[in-house]
């Protein structure tokens, strides 16, 4: 089983950026996908969820209205949309399936 994010880098407050994780070694299309983040000197967040079948979708307070979470089965991706992006938002984010982690990409938002 392995994830690989990508997508992260530095912005400006108020933009946006795109985040994708690649899986593999799985049946990515049965399973909900999660992504998390961890800012510096805090826990892991939850962020977003997407489930395998209906696609529904949960998110913490914090993103609602601004990140969507969304899945290609056709690609075992799932993305995550941010936009309107706060130096709050800044993290390293991760993708998780199970108990398997990626090894996360960095973004930062600042001027």
């Known amino acids: 089983v392995q994830l690989v994010e990508s997508g992260g880098g530095l912005v400006q407050p108020g933009g946006s950026l795109r985040l994708s994780c690649v899986a593999s070694?799985?049946?990515?299309?049965?399973?909900?996908m999660r992504w998390y983040r961890q800012a510096p000197g805090k826990g892991r967040e939850l962020v977003a969820d997407?489930?395998?079948?209906?696609?529904?979708?949960v998110y913490v307070d914090s993103v609602k209205g601004r990140f969507t979470i969304s899945r290609d089965n056709a690609k075992n991706t799932v993305y995550l949309q941010m936009n309107s992006l706060k130096p709050e938002d800044t993290a390293v984010y991760y993708c998780?399936?199970?108990?398997?982690w990626g090894q996360g990409t960095q973004v930062t938002v600042s001027s």
């Open positions: 998780k399936f199970g108990s398997t």
């Open positions: 070694g799985f049946p990515f299309s049965n399973y909900d």
């Open positions: 997407i489930s395998s079948t209906s696609g529904s979708t």
